[in-house]
């Protein structure tokens, strides 16, 4: 008898997928920022690294915040992006490279355009970073995200946080490792970049560079731009199973 071959199976259904990746994270991050601005927790969380005395934040120019965290890191990050760059162009002459073309050019692709786009939502946003509101010695007035800022007062382009996503554009490896059924890189890429975008966001907090609630948005904008490639890129193409390296359990 011969056996009829079997079609690729798409790992998850799209119904799980989109419940697990889209619904859930977006419903959990508006709860969260709803609570933020309710509770006022952006204003309480910058207050405990300004000082009312001097009227400034002392820890803005802190060598530690601003060159290493601030820049050393993302210049890593950049660096780890490159590297994927090289490894997709190597692909075409490296064989064993090969059948990984496509998760290669996913993370490119996604680690550069959520970055980007974050990027290009606070270059255009007129709201202000903390360390420029009157509240905090500044010269412009506080305004709420989805308020408009009084005229003749200039754009403060400080919304969403875009130093975080050094680290929560990591989370590509998350989508990289799912595709390539291999777990422990797709803990890696979540936990991992949530945690360091994170740490890094909360560094320009304590700068007065950032509201907390700026690196949560970061944080889902990244996300859902990653999810977009995802489904784009990777979503629909299973991996035979001799390139798969996923252990489960």
């Given at each position: 008898?011969?056996?009829?071959?079997?079609?690729?199976?798409?790992?998850?259904?799209?119904?799980?997928?989109?419940?697990?990746?889209?619904?859930?994270?977006?419903?959990?991050?508006?709860?969260?920022?709803?609570?933020?601005?309710?509770?006022?927790?952006?204003?309480?969380?910058?207050?405990?690294?300004?000082?009312?005395?001097?009227?400034?934040?002392?820890?803005?120019?802190?060598?530690?915040?601003?060159?290493?965290?601030?820049?050393?890191?993302?210049?890593?990050?950049?660096?780890?992006?490159?590297?994927?760059l090289?490894?997709?162009?190597?692909?075409f002459?490296?064989?064993?490279?090969?059948?990984?073309?496509?998760?290669?050019?996913?993370?490119?692709?996604?680690?550069?355009?959520?970055?980007?786009?974050?990027?290009?939502?606070k270059?255009?946003?007129?709201?202000?970073?903390?360390?420029?509101?009157?509240?905090?010695?500044?010269?412009?007035?506080?305004?709420?995200?989805?308020e408009?800022?009084?005229?003749?007062?200039?754009?403060?382009?400080?919304?969403?946080?875009?130093?975080?996503?050094?680290?929560?554009?990591?989370?590509?490896?998350?989508?990289?490792?799912?595709?390539?059924?291999?777990?422990?890189?797709?803990?890696?890429?979540?936990?991992?970049?949530?945690?360091?975008?994170?740490?890094?966001?909360?560094?320009?907090?304590?700068?007065?560079?950032?509201?907390?609630?700026?690196?949560?948005?970061?944080?889902?904008?990244?996300?859902?731009?990653?999810?977009?490639?995802?489904?784009?890129?990777l979503?629909?193409?299973?991996?035979?199973?001799?390139?798969?390296?996923?252990?489960?359990?």
């Amino acid at each position: 008898m011969i056996e009829t071959a079997q079609r690729p199976k798409i790992y998850n259904s799209s119904r799980h997928f989109y419940l697990l990746h889209l619904v859930i994270p977006a419903a959990a991050a508006s709860l969260i920022l709803w609570v933020i601005y309710i509770l006022g927790i952006d204003e309480r969380i910058t207050r405990l690294f300004f000082n009312p005395e001097t009227r400034r934040f002392p820890l803005r120019d802190n060598w530690f915040l601003e060159t290493v965290m601030h820049h050393w890191i993302k210049y890593a990050v950049i660096l780890l992006g490159l590297s994927v760059l090289v490894a997709y162009v190597s692909s075409f002459w490296v064989a064993m490279l090969a059948p990984l073309r496509r998760v290669l050019v996913f993370v490119v692709l996604a680690m550069a355009l959520s970055t980007a786009t974050v990027n290009l939502l606070k270059n255009e946003s007129p709201k202000h970073c903390p360390y420029d509101l009157k509240i905090f010695g500044g010269y412009a007035p506080y305004v709420a995200l989805f308020e408009k800022t009084p005229r003749g007062v200039k754009s403060g382009n400080c919304w969403p946080g875009a130093h975080s996503t050094a680290g929560f554009c990591l989370m590509a490896l998350y989508f990289a490792g799912r595709h390539l059924r291999n777990r422990k890189l797709a803990n890696w890429g979540l936990f991992g970049g949530l945690g360091l975008g994170f740490i890094l966001g909360f560094g320009r907090v304590m700068q007065g560079a950032h509201f907390f609630s700026h690196q949560l948005w970061a944080a889902l904008i990244c996300w859902l731009v990653m999810l977009a490639v995802y489904e784009l890129l990777l979503r629909r193409h299973s991996v035979p199973e001799k390139e798969a390296a996923f252990q489960p359990g």
